[in-house]
């Protein structure tokens, strides 16, 4: 059974119009070590400004997060966080019609952010922290469950599974029914697997090859995959920014198989993907 019963997702605080397909969410990172584009929005205006083009580009939410989740990131402290987000967040609520979302596992920065005008909250732990999920609930926000082996500075240190499809799927499941106990609504949670959390490069492609699995769930699903090193192993392009066409590629095969939202920091480029598909789909 396919989850995209309902075309329209509406809460409180926000709605995504799912009617067309395959939406956007546009990446913004206010943070000096991030591994594409660490420290080029660390500045708030240029992050607000950031967030507007993006937006103008054609993103239906924009995720905002203030600490780097890239493989050997050192974590950073909620007050530290929350210094970066929410200026940020407080500015473009007043500029933007779209949902904002929170990229953070921490309860404090959540709270600071949703109370700042966020409406969404994008969870790589899947809620490990039970206050989290009382927090979502709380706020009756969408949430986004990501999987991840272990934590971003060790994830990418010899990942293991004996079935990386089935390990990956039952976690995301197990997580979803915990959301739903704690009184989060079904159509306001999306999974994700999580490419690149954790996973060689076998592991992502196995995931991506098997999205049918996941799609074919009672939740929406979300995938990540833009500029990521994964890409770099395919196509020999070491630098994140070069990593657009690939990213495309795995934009496009997202739209085929009815993902419902990728996670892109290139807006514009993975927009025209996404129509360019549609068009074809619809035919």
């Known amino acids: 059974m396919k989850n995209n019963n309902n075309k ?5 605080k926000g709605k995504l119009d799912f009617s067309a397909g395959c939406i956007v969410m546009g990446v913004l990172n206010v943070t000096p070590d991030s591994f594409s584009d660490g420290g080029e ?7 607000i400004e950031h967030g507007l083009r993006m937006v103008a580009d054609g993103a239906a939410i924009i995720d905002i997060g203030g600490e780097s989740t890239r493989p050997g990131a050192e974590p950073v402290s909620a007050d530290e966080q929350i210094k970066r987000v929410v200026p940020v967040i407080e500015a473009l609520v007043e500029k933007i019609n779209v949902p904002i979302s929170i990229d953070t596992k921490n309860n404090k920065v959540a709270k600071a952010a949703l109370d700042a005008g966020a409406a969404m909250m994008n969870d790589i732990t ?14 009756q926000v969408p949430v986004v469950l990501m999987h ?13 599974y004996e079935n990386v499809v089935s390990e990956v799927l039952q976690f995301l499941l197990k997580r979803a029914k915990k959301a739903e106990d704690f009184g989060i609504l079904r159509e306001r949670i999306f999974i994700d697997p999580g490419i690149g959390f954790g996973k060689t490069l076998e592991h992502n492609l196995l ?8 799609v074919n769930t009672q939740y929406r699903v979300m995938v990540g995959t833009s500029r990521k090193s994964f890409i770099a192993a395919i196509t020999g392009k070491e630098e994140p920014s070069e990593r657009i066409f690939g990213t495309a590629a795995t934009v496009a095969f997202c739209a085929v198989r009815e993902v419902s939202i990728v996670r892109v920091h290139d807006v514009a480029e993975m927009i025209q993907v996404i129509k360019v598909v549609s068009a074809i789909e619809k035919e």
Do not use: R
């Open 126 to 139: 899947a809620l490990s922290d039970d206050s989290m999920a009382e927090l979502a609930a709380k706020y």
């Open 41 to 47: 929005f660390l500045n708030k205006d240029k992050a």
């Open 207 to 214: 995931l991506l090859k098997n999205l049918d699995k996941f």
């Open 8 to 12: 329209i997702v509406k809460w409180p």
């Open 148 to 160: 991840m082996q272990g934590i971003p500075a060790t994830m990418q240190v010899e990942p293991k």
